[in-house]
C-alpha cells in the first residue's frame, strides 16, 4: 500500500507539473492559437473550484478530475510544439520549487468570482420587463 501511494503522489505530481507548463505555452507566441485556446481552458478546469460535476457526489465527483484533466493535458501536449513544451516544462519545475504553483489558482479563483460579481450587477437589468 505505501507503494501504492507514492505513484499516486508521484502523479500528481505530474500533473500538478504539467499543468503549469500548460499555462506557460499558453504565452508563448510559437504555439498556434488553438492550442493556446485548449491550454488555457485545461488550466482554468484544472484549477477552478467549480467542476463539470461537483466532487460531493460520490466517485464521479473525483473521477471527472482523475479523466478530463489528464485528457486535457494530454491533447494539448500533442498540439504543442516538443520544443516549446520542453522549455515549459523547465519553467513549471522552476516554478514549482520555488513555490509560486499557489499564485495560478489564486487567479483562476479571483477571475471566477469576478465573473460572479459581474453576473450579480447586471442580473437586475436582465431580469427587467418592459
Not at 515549459?88 to 516554478?95: S, V
Not at 459581474?118 to 437589468?125: D, L, M, P, T
Request: proline share 6%; aromatic share 10%.
Amino acid at each position: 500500500m505505501p507503494g501504492r501511494l507514492s505513484s499516486w503522489k508521484k502523479a500528481v505530481q505530474r500533473l500538478k507539473t504539467q499543468t503549469a507548463a500548460l499555462y506557460w505555452a499558453s504565452r508563448d507566441p510559437r504555439v498556434p492559437w488553438y492550442a493556446k485556446a485548449l491550454a488555457l481552458l485545461v488550466v482554468a478546469y484544472a484549477l477552478s473550484p467549480i467542476d463539470l460535476i461537483p466532487d460531493f457526489i460520490p466517485v464521479l465527483g473525483q473521477l471527472d478530475d482523475l479523466v478530463l484533466v489528464p485528457l486535457g493535458i494530454a491533447l494539448a501536449l500533442r498540439m504543442i510544439p516538443a520544443d516549446v513544451m520542453e522549455e515549459c516544462q523547465q519553467k513549471a519545475a522552476a516554478q514549482e520549487a520555488s513555490g509560486q504553483f499557489g499564485f495560478m489558482a489564486v487567479v483562476v479563483v479571483m477571475l471566477w468570482l469576478a465573473a460572479a460579481a459581474w453576473v450579480v450587477v447586471n442580473a437586475a437589468s436582465w431580469l427587467q420587463v418592459d
